[in-house]
T-cell receptor, first 115, second 118 residues
Framework: EPEVTQTPSHQVTQMGQEVILRCVPI?????FYWYRQILGQKVEFLVS????????KSEIFDDQFSVERPDGSNFTLKIRSTKLEDSAMYFC?????????????FGPGTRLTVT | AQKVTQAQTEISVVEKEDVTLDCVYE???????LFWYKQPPSGELVFLIR??????QNEISGRYSWNFQKSTSSFNFTITASQVVDSAVYFC???????????????FGTGTRLKVLA
């Protein structure tokens, strides 16, 4: 069964460094998402991406964040200058695009630790 | 605005007890979707069920059952004869067109931590 994959599974970085989190969505999916979950809290929407552009972003997704689909398979989240409060689990998700299913498929997550 | 409320922060039960996890949602959309996910200690989100707003039939899958009631905007989840392996955080989520962009993003509740004691 196709699945969303994410690399790395765990990333440790120092405050102020740039990090890129990588995701490979399911191949025929058209919509892509990033969510964040700070330890012990709920999962929060960051951004959605469709047709090579951001379709919606949350208040969390400020200028320090960017997303890109550099080729036909990868979908990346870049944090330009990490802060301690960026420590969280980051989930990538994708969906086909048919409204009657609407189900997003989540990757296993990348745990980001900023020291 | 869309919102999901899981009022139960943590529930502890003894193995073989039944337990119900509550989920109440708010949305102005006429078409929307509700989901339940399980998050074990390893951290991944495990899909359990999807329901669309036009399908109010209750569903049973093994020891799991779901009660969707539009009249009370609730989508509750019951585990029958709970087992230690059911220990996890359970999230309810809502997705609807909700925005002009129609992204169908998920709005998650704060989760309920279920502890099943042997």
């Amino acid at each position: 069964e196709p699945e969303v994959t994410q690399t790395p599974s765990h990333q440790v970085t120092q405050m102020g460094q740039e990090v890129i989190l990588r995701c490979v969505p399911i191949s025929n999916h058209l919509y892509f998402y990033w969510y964040r979950q700070i330890l012990g809290q709920k999962v929060e929407f960051l951004v959605s991406f469709y047709n090579n552009e951001i379709s919606e972003k949350s208040e969390i997704f400020d200028d320090q964040f960017s997303v890109e689909r550099p080729d036909g398979s990868n979908f990346t989240l870049k944090i330009r200058s990490t802060k301690l409060e960026d420590s969280a689990m980051y989930f990538c998700a994708s969906r086909v695009g048919l409204a009657n299913t609407n189900e997003q498929y989540f990757g296993p997550g990348t745990r980001l630790t900023v020291t | 605005a869309q919102k999901v409320t899981q009022a139960q922060t943590e529930i502890s039960v003894v193995e073989k007890e039944d337990v119900t996890l509550d989920c109440v949602y708010e949305t102005r959309d006429t078409t929307y979707y509700l989901f339940w996910y399980k998050q074990p200690p390893s951290g991944e989100l495990v899909f359990l069920i999807r329901r669309n707003s036009f399908d109010e039939q209750n569903e049973i899958s093994g020891r799991y059952s779901w009660n969707f009631q539009k009249s009370t905007s609730s989508f509750n989840f019951t585990i029958t004869a709970s087992q230690v392996v059911d220990s996890a955080v359970y999230f309810c989520a809502l997705s609807g067109s909700g925005t002009t962009s129609g992204t169908y993003k998920y709005i998650f509740g704060t989760g309920t931590r279920l502890k099943v004691l042997a």
